[in-house]
């Protein structure tokens, strides 16, 4: 379903507004799965720790929407507050919009090394969490 969200938004923005991709499509393909592979991570995490789906549910909100404005996904980090801006670098989706930036602009993973360190540490502690604390019903 994501690939196919993500396919169709591509496939909005080339027609409806002659977006244009001049970056490294292996790049981008790599970025957005290890992307996917951490945020799925990160969301089992989060249903691991809370006592109820519907509990889950109402944490993921509360946690997606503030990231997704401070990381980098729905605004562009630059208009931020300098303070926000750090804090907002240590959050899972930052890195992942970093290495995504990169891509379309064709910049090196060397030149973000950090972001990939990140980016490993919260899939590495994600799945750690999920692991210890999920439980079978």
């Given at each position: 379903?994501?690939?196919?969200?993500?396919?169709l938004?591509?496939?909005?923005?080339?027609l409806?507004?002659?977006?244009?991709?001049?970056?490294?499509?292996?790049?981008?393909?790599?970025?957005?799965?290890?992307?996917?592979?951490?945020?799925?991570?990160?969301?089992?995490?989060?249903?691991?720790?809370?006592?109820?789906?519907?509990?889950?549910?109402?944490?993921?909100?509360?946690v997606?929407?503030?990231?997704?404005?401070?990381?980098?996904?729905?605004?562009?980090?630059?208009?931020?507050?300098?303070?926000?801006?750090?804090?907002?670098?240590?959050?899972?989706?930052?890195?992942?919009?970093?290495?995504?930036?990169?891509?379309?602009?064709?910049?090196?993973?060397?030149?973000?090394?950090?972001?990939?360190?990140?980016?490993?540490?919260?899939?590495?502690?994600?799945?750690?969490?999920?692991?210890?604390?999920?439980?079978?019903?």
């Amino acid at each position: 379903m994501s690939a196919l969200g993500i396919s169709l938004l591509l496939l909005t923005a080339e027609l409806g507004y002659g977006l244009r991709f001049a970056g490294s499509l292996p790049s981008a393909l790599a970025a957005g799965i290890l992307g996917f592979l951490a945020m799925m991570a990160f969301g089992c995490a989060l249903a691991a720790l809370v006592p109820s789906a519907r509990t889950a549910l109402v944490v993921a909100f509360v946690v997606f929407y503030p990231m997704a404005f401070f990381s980098g996904m729905a605004l562009p980090p630059e208009i931020l507050p300098e303070r926000v801006r750090q804090i907002a670098e240590f959050l899972p989706a930052t890195p992942i919009v970093t290495l995504l930036r990169a891509a379309w602009t064709t910049e090196p993973w060397s030149d973000h090394w950090r972001a990939l360190l990140l980016l490993a540490a919260w899939t590495a502690g994600s799945l750690a969490t999920a692991s210890w604390r999920f439980r079978w019903q």
